[in-house]
């Protein structure tokens, strides 16, 4: 698979066969990836890989929580900002209702769509979870810097013939994925990330993207 296969065909599957992923395509992929550019290459990722009966646990206490409605833990960082501005919100909305229209569920349906939200924490069946850390006394650059690690890491995941599905998701029980990785204080979850071979009777199609011209600017002599 060349480069432009590799970052076309990569998107946010969410349905998973159990099909183990190998550690030893793993540790490739990672391995590849710790080459992500970052400022003065510092690497600011921080990355634990859960698989196995660690998983089935963290899965297991996360859907306890939903079960008994216990809240969301305190958040350690800002997701979206609370006044999105426009075009931003209108292709986050765009997102949702092409996300939830694909199930069915209508906008009005909170209960459905909480259910349909529910399945970040069981990581969408996928057998491998990754969870990124940053340190919490980095800044924006360094989060830039993790982003492009974690968009490395997905599109060699595409090299393997493997899928993923990179979830801020969550960071909303950043408690629970403590329990399991043991994580030092001086760290914070970022996201998770689900890792597998796509079930393929699922389906799911690709959100869309902007055309070209409305978020590229060509400044040139012509």
Known sequence: ???YEAV???????GFTDQPVPREVLERVLSAAAWAP????????NIYVVTGGPLAELKKRAGERLTTGEPWDEAEY???PPDLQSPYSERRSAFGEQRYGALGVAREDLEARQRAASANWQCF???????CYIDRGLGPAQWSDVGMYLQTVMLLLRAEGLHSCPQMAWAKFHKSVAEIVSPPDELMLFCGMSIGYEDVTQGGGRTGRAPLDETVRFIDGC
């Open 125 to 131: 069946g996928a057998p491998a979870a990754l969870f």
């Open 78 to 80: 800002v997701q979206y």
């Open 38 to 45: 970052s400022g003065s290459n510092i690497q600011p990722w």
């Open 1 to 3: 698979m060349d480069v």
């Open 8 to 14: 076309t065909s990569r998107r946010a599957v969410r």
